[in-house]
C-alpha cells in the first residue's frame, strides 16, 4: 500500500486533494497528514512516502509561499499538477454564536482567500494565522484554542471535529481554486 503525505491534518483541503489523487489513480494508498510542505518534503526525501501533495498557488490568495520555501530547500519530481475547488466554512464549538468570536484562526491562504469578507463580516476579530485549517477547527473543537476563536476550514472538518458551520462558503470569490502538487522521488 502506498503513503501519500499531505501538506495537512485530517479534514484539511489537502487530504481532499489526496484523496481525488488516490481516485484518480486507482492506487491502494493511505493518506499521512504531515501538516507543511517541509514536512512532507523531507519524508519523500527520505522515503517514507511514495507521494507529496502540497497547494502551490491559489487563485485569490496567490502563491503558498510556505511551499515555495519548501520546494527550494529539496529535490524532488513533479508528478502532476491538479485543482481543487476551495470552499472556506467558519466553524465554531457547538452552541457558540456569532457574538462570542472574538478570533479567527487559519492558515495564512484562507484568510487570505476570505479577507474582504473577514473585514466586512468581523472587523473587530484578531485574525489568527495557524499552521493548517484543518489543524485549526481540531485545536478549536479540542480546546487547544478558546471557545471565542472560530476556525475557516473545510467542510469535512467541521464533520470531523463535531464543530457547527456558523457561515458557509466565506471565501471572497465564487470561484476559488488551489493548484496542487503531486510530487515524488527525483
Sequence with gaps: M????????????SEMAGERYIAKHGVEAEIVPLISAENVLTALEAGDIDCG??????????????????????????????????????????????SHVET??????????CRMYLKRTWP??????????????ADVANGTLPDTTAAIAPRSA????????????????KFNYTVFIAAKRA
Design 124 to 137: 473587530q476579530a484578531e485574525l489568527m494565522p495557524y499552521a493548517d485549517t484543518a489543524k485549526a477547527a
Design 53 to 98: 501533495i502540497f497547494p502551490i498557488e491559489n487563485s485569490n490568495g496567490g502563491i503558498v509561499i510556505e511551499a515555495v520555501h519548501a520546494m527550494a530547500k529539496h529535490r524532488f519530481a513533479i508528478e502532476e499538477m491538479f485543482e481543487l475547488d476551495v470552499h472556506h466554512m467558519l466553524l465554531v464549538k457547538p452552541g457558540v454564536t456569532a
Design 158 to 173: 467541521a464533520a470531523l471535529y463535531g464543530l457547527d458551520i456558523l457561515e458557509e462558503s466565506i471565501q471572497d470569490l
Design 104 to 113: 479567527v484562526a487559519s492558515h495564512d491562504q484562507a484568510l487570505k482567500q
Design 2 to 13: 502506498q503513503k501519500i503525505g499531505v501538506m495537512g491534518a485530517r479534514g484539511s483541503f
